[in-house]
């Protein structure tokens, strides 16, 4: 079975740039996470999709980060415009179901803003 | 006072040692506790995963959870060099749904030295 795949790996850009993470979850998984993880800190979530369908994103800043999960499969994640305070690992994580744990990781995409 | 506190160590043990990981929380209608491992530049992998109180055993890992004390603990026993990451505690109110989403702990860092 693929993992949790997640493009680029890396990402520099400058503060006020925007960008953007691809993540293509296990195949058939329905829940799909974002998970943001600073250095030093333990992951914390951002945004929980189910199918297409948005569960959770009390925790997203919504000024400046948006998510989607067209055709229940694929995520973006965009950050417009990034602060130097958005430098962290994006995670993303799927389940097959939303009361079906574990959560599956990928490797993350580490952002630098300069 | 963080909802789930955890030691960041490092902590430095030899071949063959018997390692005691921790986490206290604060929020007592935490049902659900995992343990992840996270390999340096890696998505975290679940380990353990326990509901409520008591015990668990997997090969070389036992989870313990003392909800009276609102602690729990990862033991490894016979540690190797190829334990050595990033061992991340969480837990979420509910098995699923926004309850379910996971609350991780900063994480201790774990080197097992030859």
């Known amino acids: 079975e693929a993992g949790v795949a997640q493009s680029p790996r890396y990402k520099i850009i400058e503060k006020r740039q925007s960008v953007a993470f691809w993540c293509n979850p296990i195949?058939?998984?329905?829940?799909l996470y974002w998970y943001q993880q600073i250095l030093g800190q333990g992951p914390k979530l951002l945004i929980q999709f189910q199918n297409n369908g948005v569960v959770d994103d009390s925790q997203l800043p919504k000024d400046r980060f948006s998510a989607e999960r067209l055709k229940g499969v694929d995520s973006t994640l965009k950050i417009q415009p990034a602060k130097l305070e958005d430098s962290a690992v994006y995670l993303c994580?799927?389940?097959?179901?939303?009361?079906?744990?574990?959560?599956?990781f990928g490797d993350g995409t580490r952002l630098s803003i300069l | 006072q963080k909802e789930v506190e955890q030691d960041p160590g490092p902590l430095s043990v030899p071949e063959g040692a018997i390692v005691s990981l921790n986490c206290t929380y604060s929020n007592s209608a935490f049902q659900y506790f995992m343990w992840y491992r996270q390999y340096s530049r890696k998505g975290p992998e679940l380990l353990m995963y326990t509901y409520s109180s008591g015990n668990k055993e997997d090969g070389r890992f036992t989870a313990q959870v003392d909800k009276s004390s609102k602690y729990i603990s990862l033991f490894i026993r016979d540690s190797q060099p190829s334990d050595s990451a990033t061992y991340l505690c969480a837990m979420s109110r509910s098995y699923g749904g926004s309850q379910g989403n996971l609350i991780f702990g900063k994480g201790t860092k774990l080197s097992v030295k030859p």
């Open positions: 994580a799927s389940s097959k179901d939303i009361l079906n744990q574990p959560q599956h």
């Open positions: 195949s058939g998984h329905a829940t």
